[in-house]
């Protein structure tokens, strides 16, 4: 038989984007299609010099191709660094065999380690559709993953991707399990360890729900986008690092569990502490701090939520030997005073600075997680780790440490001012009892955050203040006055997001 | 504001097959896209006249598009009834709120019956993506669905749909639990049901999954592809009618579910009952009878899974007023002799021309199953269904009655023949100790069917018969060389299908 030599299509980069999906589009009336008996959502194999992906069909019936010619979306192209004209070889993917264990867990059965790690491997490798993440997701929701499943879905979630070695024994990391908004003290904790002697590669995220995410506001003060080898670089001068982690392939399953996870909104205390744990174990770190803010617009809402999913962390970065310390913080209302990339960078600056204006709780919450992974990683006794990096922000030494590192990121920059601002009053004067984390971050981002750098929201009332009315709560920063009035017409059709008790 | 007079774009057809999901591929410098912030893969909502879509964003960077256009996937150029150039009304889609129910079934929460009916809703208005879909699927798999809840999935799915009306007390219908090849009992079980004076407007499936369903057989004799008018024009003068159930829109829900369900190999017992009786009550039916085949090949694979099954379609066909009788049979090996489009089609005319060499078991079984219609009904006393049914064939009536019925349905024609066979013999002599179902059909698909409509097989060996060395056991039957390599490459590279004892 000669399917396999017929089985050769010309690659035509169509430009459409479908976000993470790799497509191929083929003619209807293609040969390969007939032959083959591709049909529009099939999922087959597609490969280019050594590399291939796990696109799906869609078939074209006007003149979008000419005979021979396959399309490609854009994240098809990127995987497999294609090249117009290239030769596609494609074919069908072999059977899914890891969804019978996906199938064995929605009735009941534990999974057996084996079939965790075939699993994340047809993940990574592309091989799992939509559907097909999706039933894994919820039938780990649904029926639990025990202490060995987390454990053993963390050490595959490494094993699927990189795992970088920095060639010393100690490096320390930093997570805050999400959903507290303006909380950046990453770029504070960096300055004081890396100026302590310790090694912080720093590797964060960039906002996908959120009007900022580590990476969007350390870029309005230096370069993020560094590969491995720059990265590395910053990290033998300078002791520690902040760059975007997306240009490093770390836990890749973990992206795209995460992307599912956020359509459905599921959030499994065993998805959650592998997701954590993965990227950490993989980044090479041996010792770290997680900071989890508890409040009820927060991500971990409860004492009890807290306690569990603290002890599921620690017993599961046991097994990795990841020596880690959970800190619970006040997750009742943000943090500092700004949210948004470039608002956020302006309170990083101040207390770095030691600005008169400097936001104390940003301060402070910083001070509290580099003190415990001085302490944890044996740089100063128990119990003094917080006034030692307090004493590193109070005699500059910080400052000049985190100046250096975006040096040798780049070089240092300002971050950009908005071009408009709103401010939002009290309708009536009293205590402010409650503010809905989850609501604010809404408004940052409808004014236009985390794409445009300088918009978001300056708080100017916090928990137990008393305002007068008409004093401002918090000012609408963004680039275009549309935005302004977006971030306005949504403030309008919902529940106010302080609450003042007259 | 007037982002909503701006949200208006040009309707381009751009030929692209994204089988049933609806895309809207829009510039990436689109000013809708910038003012709104889609992205891609987010799923928006899509007007044009009085219709709308939620369709799924992809980006375009290249020139496919002119500034002020968007394209539009097949699908949902067809759900919006587009025309070239149609002025396509785009915003955000209203908030998935179904999507929390579905969350509370994932933690083992019952599902309110308010929330199955938004979900129903939900799903046929195309608000679930594949994400969403796979994991309600999963959610009831994993947690189950108590009697309450599959009564009224079942009803929601009717509800969320067409529901037909005959004008009369009575009408049968019948269903087969698949899974069996060359089960094709309908045209028979429809034509004595019609000729005893019943009503039976049967509306059938194409193959998804096997190599022929009753519409593809029923295609090869007469026109299946009837609108309702069409369909109604036929009942009423004949009685009943075999058609295509793709252009009615019944139980659109199920549709939807069954693709995803076949996606993840999930059949759970609460999402098969909903499908096949919200389907039968949508059409109308009030008496139904169920063949379920039986055996380890079949779907259903033993007689526990049979009496579980059988309990929950009779419970929940008495809730929505279905008079139903669940008839178990022997689900061992195929039916009949042909397996695909025609040479299914081929048994069916045997049968009922009494041919000497039409296939008894296909005769016996479409006799049970009409008696059983004809007892439920009331046109004959209990216990003698079987013997009225046999004689409808026997003096020619149901003969007589399936012609009318191909004529009122646009005319009468002979199946087609295959060009290219091939035998496939037994390798040693010996009793023929079992059939596996699903290897013989998937044998059957890569020969052609039951897209070509002559291809598939026809059985010589039957369980419990004594074969020699090289006598045939089946015969293959394509259009092309190639599809009988096709398959010979399956077969040889695969466990035989036929266990025979030496």
Chains 1, 2 share one sequence.
């Not at 997680?369 to 917080?386: M, Q």
Request: with cysteine; charged share 25%.
């Amino acid at each position: 038989m000669t399917i396999e030599a017929s089985n050769v299509l010309r690659a035509k980069r169509l430009g459409i984007d479908t976000h993470q999906e790799a497509v191929i589009y083929m003619r209807r009336d293609c040969h390969v299609c007939r032959a083959e008996g591709f049909s529009a959502q099939a999922r087959i194999r597609v490969a280019s010099g050594a590399s291939f992906v796990i696109a799906t069909v869609n078939l074209i019936t006007g003149e979008l191709l000419a005979s021979g010619e396959a399309g490609l979306s854009e994240a098809a192209w990127r995987r497999l660094e294609c090249e117009e004209g290239a030769s596609l070889r494609v074919s069908h993917a072999r059977p899914l065999d890891s969804l019978s264990d996906v199938r064995a867990k929605v009735y009941g059965r534990q999974f057996e380690n084996s079939a965790i790690s075939s699993i994340m491997r047809d993940i990574v490798e592309g091989r799992y559709s939509d559907i097909h993440l999706s039933s894994f997701i919820t039938a780990c929701a649904a029926r639990g993953l025990n202490e060995r499943e987390v454990i053993h879905l963390t050490r595959a979630m490494v094993a699927a991707g990189e795992r970088l070695d920095w060639g010393t024994p100690l490096i320390v990391d930093k997570h805050c399990v999400g959903g507290l908004p303006g909380n950046r003290t990453t770029p504070i904790v960096v300055a004081i360890a890396a100026a302590c002697g310790l090694t912080m590669p720093k590797t964060s995220s960039r906002a996908i729900t959120s009007p900022a995410g580590t990476a969007d506001t350390m870029e309005t003060l230096a370069p993020v986008d560094l590969d491995l080898n720059a990265m590395r670089r910053v990290v033998e001068k300078e002791g520690g690092c902040i760059v975007w982690g997306g240009a490093v392939d770390l836990s890749p399953a973990d992206d795209t569990l995460i992307r599912v996870e956020r359509a459905l909104d599921i959030d499994s205390e065993g998805q959650l502490v592998a997701s954590v744990l993965s990227k950490k174990a993989a980044a090479g770190a041996t010792h770290l701090v997680i900071d989890m803010p508890v409040g009820l617009t927060a991500k971990v809402r409860t004492d009890g939520d807290a306690v569990s999913l603290k002890t599921s962390l620690l017993k599961t970065a046991e097994a990795l030997a990841v020596k880690t310390r959970v800190i619970q913080t006040d997750g009742r209302q943000p943090v500092g005073r700004g949210i948004g990339p470039s608002l956020e960078a302006q309170d990083v600056l101040k207390v770095l600075r030691r600005d008169a204006e400097a936001p104390e709780d940003l301060r402070r919450r910083a001070v509290a997680l580099a003190g415990a992974l001085l302490e944890l990683s044996g740089v100063v006794a128990e119990g003094e780790g917080e006034s030692a990096a307090a004493a590193v922000i109070a005699d500059g030494r910080a400052w000049a440490k985190f100046q250096a590192i975006c040096d040798a990121q780049g070089g240092m920059r300002e971050p950009p001012q908005s071009a408009y601002q709103h401010p939002i009053l009290a309708d009536h004067g009293g205590l402010i009892e409650a503010i809905d984390n989850r609501r604010l971050a809404k408004a940052a981002k409808l004014a236009g955050a985390p794409d445009a750098k300088a918009a978001g929201l300056e708080l100017h009332g916090f928990l137990g203040q008393r305002v007068e009315t008409s004093e401002p709560l918090f000012t609408l920063h963004a680039e275009t006055r549309g935005e302004i009035d977006y971030a306005l017409e949504y403030l309008d059709s919902h529940p106010p997001i302080f609450e003042i008790e007259a």
